[in-house]
Nanobody
């Protein structure tokens, strides 16, 4: 069993920044892929960013150049630095790891 604990969501004004954190614990000690997906009200869940254990990164088109994903040295944590936030970034952000494990989600709200 794997547990993912997210933190760092909140309310921020347009142009502000937030940093999301996700820590994994349980029966798996390292994960090939970790990342973040997001889901806005009435919309499908979409990719925000992922990173492999080798450091390869992938970003959703709408966040490129504004968001940066990194992993902890032990490869069981992942961080998402979100800069220049826009109202359309408002969503629940879910931590994800390979093996199809998901966190409970953390709310990010960007006010205009």
């Amino acid at each position: 069993q794997v547990q993912l604990v997210e933190s760092g969501g909140g309310l921020v004004q347009t142009g502000g920044s937030l940093r999301l954190s996700c820590a994994a614990s349980g029966s798996v000690y390292s994960f090939n892929v970790m990342g973040w997906y997001r889901q806005a009200p009435g919309k499908q869940r979409e990719l925000a960013a992922t990173i492999t254990s080798g450091g390869s990164r992938m970003y959703g088109g709408s966040v490129k150049g504004r968001f940066t994903i990194n992993r902890g040295a032990a490869l069981n944590s992942v961080y998402l630095q979100m800069n220049s936030l826009k109202p359309e970034d408002t969503a629940v952000y879910y931590c994800y790891t390979s093996g199809n494990y998901w966190g409970q989600g953390t709310q990010v709200t960007v006010s205009s």
